[in-house]
């Protein structure tokens, strides 16, 4: 039996215990199972301006008003000025703690589902690369499993042409971007020292 592998184990920076091993990967209360993920992704979520440009629009109406209204009555047109201009100031305040957002993106056999959103790319970016070591390390078979039965060992001979269809896949993983080069080159140097 394989021990379980250990490829993340850190906080995020909302507080969110993140763990990536052979067997799962549990985010916050959130746990995955590896051998379920096909594929991870990130997919950029653009911000939400719209709150920001209904408070500036609020405020413009405000502060045009009360520059109407203070040509007839003063003290009713400063008040509409002044809520303009803090309204605007909202507006501003809305815009500019809006932030783009990256989603930590499962694919399953089932459907896909986000699985972390932060404003932090490096951190997401850190966890997806994780994730696929841990599906690689799962497709090898070097995965937490329960006991199997003893199988005699193969001949040597017929290893190699599993050796060949692991490389196969991790240039397949490699050329769909869901590995980077360096990991690509560093399994397949792995698997090619296991011949």
Avoid: C, W
Wanted: aromatic fraction near 6%; hydrophobic fraction near 50%; charged fraction near 15%.
């Amino acid at each position: 039996m394989a021990s379980e592998e250990i490829f993340l184990d850190k906080v995020d920076p909302d507080g969110k215990q993140i763990t990536v091993t052979s067997a799962r990967i549990a985010i916050g209360t959130a746990t995955y199972a590896t051998v379920n993920i096909t594929s991870v992704d990130i997919k950029q979520i653009l911000p939400d301006f719209r709150a920001a440009i209904g408070a500036g629009v609020a405020g413009a109406f405000a502060l045009i008003l009360g520059i109407v209204i203070a040509k007839t009555t003063l003290g009713a047109g400063a008040v509409f000025i002044i809520l303009g201009v803090l309204v605007i100031l909202i507006a501003f305040f809305l815009a500019s703690n809006t932030k783009t957002q990256f989603a930590l993106v499962f694919q399953t056999a089932g459907a896909e589902q986000k699985a972390l959103i932060s404003t932090s790319k490096s951190d997401i970016e850190e966890i997806k690369g994780a994730v696929n070591e841990a599906i690689i390390a799962t497709q090898q078979g070097q995965v937490y499993a329960s006991p199997q039965p003893v199988q005699p060992t193969p001949p040597a001979q017929p290893a190699q042409p599993d050796v060949i269809q692991q490389i196969q896949r991790l240039a397949e993983l490699h050329q769909s971007g869901i590995i980077s080069t360096a990991e690509f080159e560093a399994k397949k140097t792995d698997l090619l020292n296991r011949l």
